[in-house]
């Protein structure tokens, strides 16, 4: 077996429109080719040996015991490998289940889908699947020891990619309501929402989150003056630089029992409590001291009870939870080390934040807190006597959270909502001593010791006792108000032919509202008037660059096949999906063989059209109009044909449509026709004459009228838009050249030629003379298909080959053309000049006086700089 290809899918795809996480194995299965899993001795009985939980796998039979019951049966390993690579992914506490195996037109070749939580982890996962299964079906052991190497990988890899415990928890409520969200590259930074309308979080703190409330907050002494200053209760004390004035600093605090701690600490770090002796004072400022990144100390008052942790957001109190420190209880047999080893070996115990609990780590401040119950590890605590191993609560110490939300006392509760306002956060975690919560603070000797900007939410959403609160619903409630998604309006473009001249109409229509629009194109990825980054870029990645960048309002995304099958698309739904038509292109590649799977391909982005969004379709292409029982949204249809059945049906039931009536662009909206401008006054169609432009606008109009822009804004966009050099440079380009024309035009298939031929036969003052050519990566036949449409269109014509022959070698295109052309008889003056330059300067000094020449180029540039004699740019 060897694998041939992997790709990893992030987003909507020809597989799946709502699974998005996706791994695609292309896989030679070799030698293993048609032998069932029945026919290889021992693999059945081997491969559940290993994996015995298979079991669990439900696969066609819809049952328990599923996909066994198939294994048995016999299938091909493909689809042994899609459930292997599922179920190790599973093991590795990834739980997943979907997955696909198809055939392909290579014999023994297939196409292994399955999902995966962390991309890097699913491609592991597959590899050792292969591995595997090539192994199990040669009739050798896989060892159990390399099955546990391969998954402790595969937790390793799901670790390394987790952003915490708190963001995790915000990307998955973000996930609920259908917020949309991306990692930015850059510290564990999290994008939510696109665009003008995104919003950015890093654990708890957010972009709203204010510089001078985290820098108030990180100062405990600022804080504690702010508190005071507000009547709100806080420990009594001082801030210290030097050893020397450690004394006089205990007597403003009014003397023992005492607290030491780093003035900007945090994670309890640095902090010794209950100090009761001048010498363990000393002790103490020394370990602040060095904790201090500032080198100040603050000594302040202990004040018994107990920890509490209020989380506001927004101004109001969402969660509370005591916290108490990592204990152990004796049992009369086991010394306190013991003791510990065992609490350390409950499962929910991990390292740092990644857990429930963290392990309690045996260090110079849990000595210390032993020391002063008179401890040491080696002692043997009595049965059910409890032992502190730490002072502070900090989860991350190992402490324990036991949810109080429902018991706090409502003026507790207004205070810390004052606290968070003085500081000014607008997340902030409050911590509280005080011995009964359920009281105000100020009848029992309660204090606020800090305030915490960027807050873990650990204790309230997986507290170790009480009620769990959701607090990252809130937090997002903060950060998108009115249940918003944080979405821009995004217009996704595909089609075999038109998609970069529409992107750009309809982006220079939606311009007219004065917003901000990117746009990605064939030609580079556009914002506002600018480019933004030269290239083909049709993909998922120049997708994201619009949809990240925060100044965007409205996102136009030509979206073409190779980047929805490679990657899947950027965005998983669209307010309008446009699909403009779907030929033969393209064929051959990434498995699409025919013209039908191309369809699925491309129905993707009507698939992806949100239900209150609108897919704009072509009423004339049969397999567009098939889409239209996948669309979640409203259909538009555009026609050049008012009376086009498809249109009119579609209008009797009160649907929306465009198209031309008496020589005017219209909307349709059932019953109602409202008219936009006449054809005459686009530039695009060449007054009308371009059928096919005539119909990218209309799929344009329809698309930019669904977010917003009006008629006049419709009508003034169209006629802006001009056809020419600049704006579609290799579109429809029409230069009068002394006394006869050329045309420039980047037709590159069947389609494309039969589009510009209706133009080309319409032109009768003189004779039509194509320069033609292909792109090397298409199908033989579709060459020679291009062939037969040129000969039925040009009085002479001359083929050429670009100089990108993409692979093949040179002459080959040019002869699968010519044997298209000899076929037809029309054509009556054939020459290969297979050098694009010597070729078009050929057939400019052939025309004479009202003659069209039109060039097919490779590089529209050059092409201009020969036909206007201008130095290329
Ligand atoms: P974190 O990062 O968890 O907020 P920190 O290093 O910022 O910790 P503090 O919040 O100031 O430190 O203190 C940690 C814990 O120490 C408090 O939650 C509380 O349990 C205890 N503590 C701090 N100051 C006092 C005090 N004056 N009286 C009693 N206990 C205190
Ligand atoms: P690519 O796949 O190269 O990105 P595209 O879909 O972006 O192409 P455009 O660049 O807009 O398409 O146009 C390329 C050529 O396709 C045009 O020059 C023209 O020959 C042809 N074409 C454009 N629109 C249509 C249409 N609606 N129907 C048929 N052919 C078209
Ligand atoms: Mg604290
Ligand atoms: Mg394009």
Same mark, same amino acid.
């Given at each position: 077996m060897k694998i041939l290809q992997v790709l990893t899918l992030r987003g909507p795809n020809y597989w799946s429109i709502r699974r998005h996480r996706l791994i695609v194995l292309r896989l030679d299965l070799e030698d293993l080719d048609e032998r069932f899993s029945d026919e290889l001795r021992g693999f059945y009985e081997a491969l559940v040996g290993l994996l015995?939980?298979? $079991? $669990?796998h439900f696969c066609s039979p819809g049952c328990r015991g599923g996909f066994l019951q198939r294994l048995r049966e016999g299938t091909l390993m493909g689809h042994v490998i899609e459930h292997v690579a599922l179920e190790l992914q599973s093991l590795a506490g990834m739980p997943l289940n979907f997955g696909r195996t198809r055939e392909t037109r290579n014999r023994g070749v297939y196409n292994v889908v399955y999902e995966y939580q962390q991309e890097r982890a699913g491609r592991v996962a597959g590899r050792a699947a292969v591995r595997i299964c090539a192994t199990l079906a040669d009739g050798e052991r896989y060892p159990q020891a390399e099955l546990a190497a391969d998954l402790a990988e595969l937790r390793e890899l799901k670790q390394a990619a987790s952003l915490g415990l708190t963001t995790d928890a915000l990307i998955q409520a973000a996930e609920q309501r259908g917020i949309p969200w991306v990692r930015l590259p850059v510290r564990d930074v999290v994008q939510l929402g696109w665009g003008v309308k995104q919003r950015r979080l890093q654990a708890a703190q957010t972009d709203l989150t204010g510089m001078l409330g985290v820098e108030l907050a990180g100062d405990k002494d600022s804080t504690k003056i702010l508190l005071q200053t507000a009547g709100i209760p806080v420990p009594e004390g001082d801030v210290i630089r030097r050893f020397e004035d450690l004394e006089e600093a205990i007597d403003r605090a009014g003397g023992f029992p005492l607290v030491i701690k780093p003035l900007d600490g945090n994670h309890g770090r640095g902090i010794t409590l209950n100090i009761r002796t001048y010498p363990d004072a000393a002790v103490a400022y020394d370990l602040a001291k060095q904790s201090a990144k500032t080198g100040s100390v603050i000594v302040e008052r202990y004040h018994r009870g107990g920890d509490y942790r209020v989380l506001v957001v927004g101004g109001q109190v969402v969660a509370a939870a005591q916290r108490v420190p990592a204990q152990v209880v004796g049992d009369g047999r086991s010394t306190i080390s013991e003791l510990v080893a065992r609490l350390n070996q409950d499962p929910r115990r991990g390292e740092g934040h990644d857990n429930v609990l963290t392990r309690v780590e045996l260090n110079q401040a849990s000595d210390w807190v032993l020391r002063q119950q008179g401890h040491s590890l080696d002692t043997i605590l009595r049965p059910g006597e409890i032992c502190y191993l730490k002072n502070t609560a900090n989860l991350s110490t190992g402490g324990m959270a036991i949810d109080c939300t429902d018991t706090i006392h409502p003026e507790n509760r207004w205070l810390c909502e004052r606290a968070a306002r003085w500081v000014g956060l607008d997340i902030a975690g409050i911590d509280l001593i005080t011995p009964d919560i359920t009281q105000p603070l100020r009848l029992v000797d309660g204090v606020v010791v800090e305030v915490n900007a960027a807050p873990g939410l650990r204790m309230h959403l997986q507290p170790s006792e009480g009620t769990p609160r959701n607090v990252s619903a809130p937090i997002l409630d903060l950060l998108f108000p009115g249940g918003s998604r944080g979405e821009i309006p995004i217009v996704a473009i595909t089609g075999t032919n038109g998609k970069t001249t529409t992107t750009r109409l309809t982006a220079h229509l939606c311009k007219q509202t004065g917003k901000t629009v990117g746009f990605t194109t064939t030609d580079g990825t556009y914002i506002g008037d600018y480019l933004a980054e030269p290239g083909d870029n049709t993909g998922p990645q120049s997708a994201r660059l619009i949809l990240n960048d925060p100044a965007v309002e409205l996102a136009v995304l030509e979206s073409a096949r190779g980047g929805i099958l490679r990657s899947g698309l950027a965005f998983p739904h669209c307010q309008v999906g446009v699909v403009l038509n779907v030929s +033969? +292109?393209?064929?051959g590649s990434y498995d699409i063989e025919t013209l039908e799977q191309m369809a699925s391909v491309k129905s993707v982005v009507a698939e992806v059209v949100h239900p209150d969004g609108l897919a704009v379709l072509n009423a004339e292409d049969e397999l567009v109009v098939a889409m239209a029982q996948r669309v979640k949204g409203a259909v538009g249809y555009f026609s050049l044909d008012p009376e086009h059945p498809v249109l009119r049906q579609h209008l009797q039931r009160g649907g929306l449509g465009a198209t031309v009536i008496n020589g005017e662009i219209t909307l349709l909206e059932g019953e109602k026709t409202i008219p936009v401008l006449p054809v005459q006054e686009v530039p695009l169609t060449l007054g009308g004459t371009v059928r096919f432009m005539t119909a990218n606008a209309l799929a344009a109009v329809l698309a930019a009228y669904r977010v917003g822009v009006n008629l006049d804004q419709l009508a003034a966009g169209l006629r802006t838009f001009a056809a020419g050099v600049a704006q579609t440079p290799g579109r429809m380009n029409l230069l009068a050249v002394q006394d006869f024309h050329v045309l420039i035009d980047y037709a590159h298939n069947p389609h494309g030629y039969r589009a510009v031929g209706e133009f080309v036969a319409g032109w009768q003052k003189g004779e039509r003379i194509g320069v033609i050519g292909a792109p090397g990566d298409r199908r033989d036949e579709d060459l020679r298909e291009m062939g037969r449409i040129a000969a039925g269109l040009f009085d002479r014509l001359i083929i050429k080959e670009d100089d990108d022959t993409r692979g093949r070698p040179r002459g080959e295109a040019a002869n699968w053309l010519q044997m298209g052309v000899t076929e037809t008889v029309a054509t009556r003056v054939l020459q290969v000049i297979l050098d694009e330059t010597e070729a078009i300067e050929t057939a400019l000094k052939q025309a004479k006086t009202g003659d069209l020449v039109v060039v097919f180029p490779e590089s529209v540039q050059r092409t201009l700089a020969l036909v206007l004699g201008t130095p290329p740019q």
């Amino acid at each position: 077996m060897k694998i041939l290809q992997v790709l990893t899918l992030r987003g909507p795809n020809y597989w799946s429109i709502r699974r998005h996480r996706l791994i695609v194995l292309r896989l030679d299965l070799e030698d293993l080719d048609e032998r069932f899993s029945d026919e290889l001795r021992g693999f059945y009985e081997a491969l559940v040996g290993l994996l015995p939980s298979l $079991e $669990e796998h439900f696969c066609s039979p819809g049952c328990r015991g599923g996909f066994l019951q198939r294994l048995r049966e016999g299938t091909l390993m493909g689809h042994v490998i899609e459930h292997v690579a599922l179920e190790l992914q599973s093991l590795a506490g990834m739980p997943l289940n979907f997955g696909r195996t198809r055939e392909t037109r290579n014999r023994g070749v297939y196409n292994v889908v399955y999902e995966y939580q962390q991309e890097r982890a699913g491609r592991v996962a597959g590899r050792a699947a292969v591995r595997i299964c090539a192994t199990l079906a040669d009739g050798e052991r896989y060892p159990q020891a390399e099955l546990a190497a391969d998954l402790a990988e595969l937790r390793e890899l799901k670790q390394a990619a987790s952003l915490g415990l708190t963001t995790d928890a915000l990307i998955q409520a973000a996930e609920q309501r259908g917020i949309p969200w991306v990692r930015l590259p850059v510290r564990d930074v999290v994008q939510l929402g696109w665009g003008v309308k995104q919003r950015r979080l890093q654990a708890a703190q957010t972009d709203l989150t204010g510089m001078l409330g985290v820098e108030l907050a990180g100062d405990k002494d600022s804080t504690k003056i702010l508190l005071q200053t507000a009547g709100i209760p806080v420990p009594e004390g001082d801030v210290i630089r030097r050893f020397e004035d450690l004394e006089e600093a205990i007597d403003r605090a009014g003397g023992f029992p005492l607290v030491i701690k780093p003035l900007d600490g945090n994670h309890g770090r640095g902090i010794t409590l209950n100090i009761r002796t001048y010498p363990d004072a000393a002790v103490a400022y020394d370990l602040a001291k060095q904790s201090a990144k500032t080198g100040s100390v603050i000594v302040e008052r202990y004040h018994r009870g107990g920890d509490y942790r209020v989380l506001v957001v927004g101004g109001q109190v969402v969660a509370a939870a005591q916290r108490v420190p990592a204990q152990v209880v004796g049992d009369g047999r086991s010394t306190i080390s013991e003791l510990v080893a065992r609490l350390n070996q409950d499962p929910r115990r991990g390292e740092g934040h990644d857990n429930v609990l963290t392990r309690v780590e045996l260090n110079q401040a849990s000595d210390w807190v032993l020391r002063q119950q008179g401890h040491s590890l080696d002692t043997i605590l009595r049965p059910g006597e409890i032992c502190y191993l730490k002072n502070t609560a900090n989860l991350s110490t190992g402490g324990m959270a036991i949810d109080c939300t429902d018991t706090i006392h409502p003026e507790n509760r207004w205070l810390c909502e004052r606290a968070a306002r003085w500081v000014g956060l607008d997340i902030a975690g409050i911590d509280l001593i005080t011995p009964d919560i359920t009281q105000p603070l100020r009848l029992v000797d309660g204090v606020v010791v800090e305030v915490n900007a960027a807050p873990g939410l650990r204790m309230h959403l997986q507290p170790s006792e009480g009620t769990p609160r959701n607090v990252s619903a809130p937090i997002l409630d903060l950060l998108f108000p009115g249940g918003s998604r944080g979405e821009i309006p995004i217009v996704a473009i595909t089609g075999t032919n038109g998609k970069t001249t529409t992107t750009r109409l309809t982006a220079h229509l939606c311009k007219q509202t004065g917003k901000t629009v990117g746009f990605t194109t064939t030609d580079g990825t556009y914002i506002g008037d600018y480019l933004a980054e030269p290239g083909d870029n049709t993909g998922p990645q120049s997708a994201r660059l619009i949809l990240n960048d925060p100044a965007v309002e409205l996102a136009v995304l030509e979206s073409a096949r190779g980047g929805i099958l490679r990657s899947g698309l950027a965005f998983p739904h669209c307010q309008v999906g446009v699909v403009l038509n779907v030929s +033969d +292109d393209h064929l051959g590649s990434y498995d699409i063989e025919t013209l039908e799977q191309m369809a699925s391909v491309k129905s993707v982005v009507a698939e992806v059209v949100h239900p209150d969004g609108l897919a704009v379709l072509n009423a004339e292409d049969e397999l567009v109009v098939a889409m239209a029982q996948r669309v979640k949204g409203a259909v538009g249809y555009f026609s050049l044909d008012p009376e086009h059945p498809v249109l009119r049906q579609h209008l009797q039931r009160g649907g929306l449509g465009a198209t031309v009536i008496n020589g005017e662009i219209t909307l349709l909206e059932g019953e109602k026709t409202i008219p936009v401008l006449p054809v005459q006054e686009v530039p695009l169609t060449l007054g009308g004459t371009v059928r096919f432009m005539t119909a990218n606008a209309l799929a344009a109009v329809l698309a930019a009228y669904r977010v917003g822009v009006n008629l006049d804004q419709l009508a003034a966009g169209l006629r802006t838009f001009a056809a020419g050099v600049a704006q579609t440079p290799g579109r429809m380009n029409l230069l009068a050249v002394q006394d006869f024309h050329v045309l420039i035009d980047y037709a590159h298939n069947p389609h494309g030629y039969r589009a510009v031929g209706e133009f080309v036969a319409g032109w009768q003052k003189g004779e039509r003379i194509g320069v033609i050519g292909a792109p090397g990566d298409r199908r033989d036949e579709d060459l020679r298909e291009m062939g037969r449409i040129a000969a039925g269109l040009f009085d002479r014509l001359i083929i050429k080959e670009d100089d990108d022959t993409r692979g093949r070698p040179r002459g080959e295109a040019a002869n699968w053309l010519q044997m298209g052309v000899t076929e037809t008889v029309a054509t009556r003056v054939l020459q290969v000049i297979l050098d694009e330059t010597e070729a078009i300067e050929t057939a400019l000094k052939q025309a004479k006086t009202g003659d069209l020449v039109v060039v097919f180029p490779e590089s529209v540039q050059r092409t201009l700089a020969l036909v206007l004699g201008t130095p290329p740019q």
